[in-house]
């Protein structure tokens, strides 16, 4: 059945070292575990960079292997410049940011990635590129590929992200859409978002549910060294276990925590906010001592899993009142450890709570604080909610489940094909590598391929040639035009369609050339990519309006 | 002393937050000509009117102005830089009145000019980012301010309610007062309004957005008009806002769209006219921090029937009809009642200039400048670990 799911290749070169993603690493990491159990058959090749290459070796087995496609060198040197480049850009931004994968760090991975050069799926006869972190770098024309999509957070809260990362995420999300022949979401509210943001073809997109509840285990054998060490009694304290991120609403729940205390909450009753150290946790912590409330708002900093864990299991509840989850992982987390939770009533959280987490409106404080005495002093409603939460969780701990839903949908992408017409090799600031790859979709009209190409003057190779091949055969005869000129290239098409590529020779590296930072291979630029049909029509390939 | 003042809102299409500050920095000038005032025609990230760098709202030789930001990029360069107080002259007092607060200064007392939380009761009333921005600027004037204005008794306990750490001597109340300076003015009718009698038509003056409750108020018409109540038409002077765009659609469904006209935005002069000339001015708002409507609307004259929510009551006083803004039939009986007896809504009219009289801007400024020396010579609030 699945013959031609032989090869997978996975695109892991967002990954970085330790927990810098987030998240969704673990998620993918665990995905993937499952995922080479239940298809023995298929080969996994996990394309990865040098910085996490070493760690991810446990994944190695029989059908799973590794290779890192962005090397040590490149990324040392690269890597720091654009670091340094990007928080000249944002000075606002910190090491971590907001989101269950950090885009930063692919945004600099994806950067580094020389687009266009040379042919790597297709010289490892991979069958499907899957690609867990939402950014289709790798992908090549005619092999499909699917990609996951976690939040469009940028879009509802703009104001919590610097804007080169807004238009960053939208852009990977833009190309995401477009380039994927099938995506999966982390949510129905994910799916539905991206369905409405991007005008998706609704068969284009499933949920598939993050199924990994059992993450952190509950053991009753857990010391309660970590409750003594904070000062804390069991059954006494409320749980916030999220970072420090704006969206993640603190200063609304210190407002209600406030509000809760003045109108009597016990004065022995605390409220637990895990999450990084940084300014915002200096911030928060200054708050809750203007607040009076220093003693009564712990912040315990970084803790192991281990030390979570107990802290979640001897909690009085878990208040989760953020603003925008694509999925809502802690609340899962809690019911697991049968611990009563209540959380907020938007984005994915009534889905994943359903009818377990008492609701409340995270913009209303004494909708909060009213769900913070109910968790405290509501025994029998908090009895009734830990006993259906076990049950929820438990339908979110199938991780095989979740890998067979993944499997589904890549048995789905092989025989959906898209086929419509799209270009790659180009990038949006109008120079082209050396490969432009184009698919065209079959037309009953006759059409014509016309590139235009633009050759700077000060190019350090003063003749380009241009061969055009389809599917491996030369066709025509090649064009060839001088620096300082341009040139078009006409190319009548077959009513078929097709996979063409255009080889542009030589290429160069401007920062080899003495020209710059730039490393990417180039060969010209490129003015504009059209498809002409006979009938008047005109498809403009390049520049692509989607990418803003 | 010398006073930093933000008036960032002060420009053209200023809302309430803009005309408080207009106004009492007017009547500072007059009243205070030995202070030293720096005008912040620029303050926070938050709110940004790209205009405001190239106008001197104010002038006088105690005047000077503060940064004037081309982006709000650089706005917030300057102020969330570290450099902001110094380079602003280390002024006595830093006075926030956008809703933005910024870091807490080494030496300048912080003023904080708190309207309201409407927010936190319903927040559909206002757009997200609108609602993000405001509670973190409240929620930063909690913690960082050394005094807080509010602009009503009931917004002052909203906020002590909402924040009830926050020391209730650091917290004063000083009224807005009418924009409208001189109160004998006729004004000008508007052009939609050519046939109408004067005195012949009801009045609602706001944006038409679901706070100021106006789905009601036409429901509590449609009633009266059903009802038997004389013909005057209703109407509605105000843009549309958020979340009624099927406002006229549902005119259309209570068969009274040839009965409401809508204005849409109006100019001083109008609105002064539609005070002066109405039957009565209702306003039937959910929430408010004060109700400029109705002070505006006594001022001229308006006999006046207002909700008794929140603000409303202090501002109106025994000069107005208060009603539930949630029940409809009442709203309907009191205008039958009102529009059948001539002489009741006369003597409201009376009794409103009486109210309208007892805010005063002078009053208000001079309290202002009262809490600024107070503030300067009291220590700050400390912000430590």
Not at chain 2, 196 to 220: D, H, M, S, Y
Request: some cysteine; charged content about 20%.
């Amino acid at each position: 059945m699945n013959k031609s799911l032989r090869t997978i290749a996975v695109d892991l070169t967002p990954v970085l070292p330790g927990g810098e993603n987030g998240g969704a690493k673990i998620f993918v990491l665990e995905l993937l575990r499952h995922l080479c159990k239940i298809a023995p058959q298929t080969q996994f090749i996990l394309l990865t960079q040098s910085l996490s290459h070493d760690e991810l070796a446990y994944l190695d087995g029989p059908n799973m292997r590794r290779r890192m496609v962005v090397g040590p060198k490149q990324t040392n040197s690269l890597r720091q410049r654009l670091i340094e480049s990007f928080s000249r850009l944002a000075p606002r931004i910190h090491v971590k940011l907001p989101g269950i994968v950090n885009y930063l760090s692919e945004k600099l991975n994806t950067m580094l990635i020389q687009v266009g050069s040379g042919e790597l799926l297709r010289d490892m006869g991979v069958d499907l590129l899957f690609c867990p972190f939402t950014s289709p770098t790798y992908f090549e024309p005619g092999i499909p590929t699917v990609c996951t999509i976690y939040d469009l957070q940028y879009k509802t809260y703009p104001e919590f992200f610097a804007k080169e990362d807004v238009s960053h995420r939208e852009r990977t999300f833009l190309e995401a859409c477009r380039r994927a022949t099938a995506l999966a979401a982390i949510s129905n509210y994910s799916r539905d978002s991206a369905i409405s943001s991007a005008n998706l073809n609704p068969a284009r997109i499933r949920t598939i549910h993050l199924r990994m509840a059992q993450r952190i285990p509950y053991d009753v054998t857990y010391e309660k060294d970590i409750l003594n060490r904070l000062g804390l009694t069991q059954k006494r304290y409320f749980l916030y276990p999220a970072n420090f991120w704006k969206h993640k609403n603190h200063e609304m729940l210190f407002t209600a925590f406030g509000m809760a205390c003045h109108d009597g909450l016990p004065a022995d009753i605390k409220l637990v906010c895990t999450g990084s150290p940084g300014e915002r946790q200096e911030w928060l912590m200054r708050s809750a001592s203007m607040m009076n409330l220093a003693d009564r708002i712990i912040f315990p900093g970084f803790l192991p899993n281990a030390d979570l864990a107990a802290l979640m299991a001897h909690c009085t509840g878990v208040i989760f009142p953020s603003l925008y989850e694509g999925f809502g992982l802690p609340v899962i987390e809690a019911m697991a450890a049968g611990v009563p939770v209540a959380c907020s009533n938007t984005t994915s959280l009534p889905e994943v709570a359903a009818d377990v987490a008492i609701l409340f409106n995270p913009r209303i404080p004494s909708q909060i604080a009213q769900a913070m005495i109910l968790l405290l002093e509501d025994g029998a409603l908090c009895a009734q909610r830990i006993q259906s939460g076990r049950k929820r969780a438990l339908e979110f701990s199938d991780t095989e489940l979740m890998a067979r839903e993944y499997w589904e949908l890549f048995e789905y992408s092989l025989t959906n094909e898209k086929h419509e017409n799209l270009m790659t090799g180009a990038f949006a600031d109008g120079w082209s590598g050396p490969i432009l790859k184009i698919q065209i979709a079959p037309s009953k009209c006759a059409q014509t391929l016309e590139i235009e190409f633009l050759a700077p003057d000060w190019l350090p190779h003063p003749r380009l040639t241009v061969h055009t091949t389809k599917s491996g055969k030369k066709l025509g005869t090649p064009l060839f035009f001088n620096r300082g000129a341009s040139a078009v290239l006409s190319l009548p098409l077959e009513p078929g369609g097709g996979f063409y590529e255009v080889k542009i020779s030589p290429f160069f590296v401007p920062a080899k050339s003495g020209l710059g930072n730039d490393q990417r291979e180039l060969s010209t630029m490129l003015k504009r990519c059209n498809l002409l049909y006979d009938n008047g029509e005109i498809v403009q390939l390049f520049p692509d309006k989607l990418d803003i | 002393m010398h006073i930093g003042f933000d008036i960032s809102q002060t420009g053209s299409g200023k809302a309430g937050c803009g005309f408080f500050a207009h106004a009492m920095i007017q009547a500072m000038l007059e009243l205070a000509p030995e202070q030293r005032f720096t005008l912040l025609p620029s303050f926070g990230d938050f709110y940004f009117d790209a205009l405001m760098p190239v106008i001197n709202p104010y002038s006088g030789k105690n005047v000077q102005y503060g940064p004037r930001h081309l982006s709000r990029e650089n706005a917030r360069t300057f102020w969330n830089g570290t450099e902001a107080e110094a380079l602003l002259g280390k002024p006595d007092i830093i006075h926030s009145n956008n809703f933005w607060c910024p870091a807490q200064p080494l030496s300048s007392r912080l003023i904080y000019t708190f309207y309201d939380m409407g927010f936190v009761i319903d927040p559909g009333w206002t757009t997200e980012a609108n609602r993000v921005g405001c509670f973190e600027g409240v929620f930063r004037s909690a913690m960082l301010a050394d005094w807080v204005v509010a602009i009503s008794e009931a917004s002052k306990a909203h906020y002590l309610s909402v924040f009830p750490y926050f020391p209730k001597d650091r917290i004063r109340v000083i009224f807005p007062c009418s924009r409208f300076g001189d109160s004998s003015a006729m004004g000008t009718r508007p052009n939609s309004l050519k046939n109408i009698p004067e005195g012949g038509f009801w009045l609602n003056v706001g944006t038409i957005e679901p706070r100021k409750n106006q789905r009601r108020l036409v429901e509590a018409y449609s009633g009266y008009l059903a009802k038997g109540g004389s013909s005057m038409p209703l109407v509605l002077a105000g843009g549309t806002g958020w979340l009624m765009d099927d406002f006229k659609q549902y005119l259309m469904e209570l068969g009274i769209a040839d009965s409401v006209i809508m204005t849409g935005y109006v100019s001083d002069e109008e609105l002064i006219w539609l005070y002066r000339n109405c039957y009565a001015n209702l306003y039937p708002s959910l929430f408010e921090g004060f109700g400029l409507p109705v002070l505006e609307g006594m001022q001229f004259g308006a006999p006046t029937l207002t909700s008794n929510a929140a603000s409303l009551p202090e501002v109106a006083g025994k000069a107005a009809i208060l009603l539930a803004p949630e029940d409809v039939n009442a709203w309907t009986q009191a205008m039958l009642q009102l529009s059948a007896n001539r002489a009741d809504r006369d003597y409201l009219g009376t009794l409103a200039l009486e109210q309208a009289a007892s805010f005063d801007w002078k009053r208000s400024a001079a309290s202002l400048l009262d809490l600024y020396q107070e503030a300067a010579g009291s220590p700050k609030r400390s912000f430590l670990l």
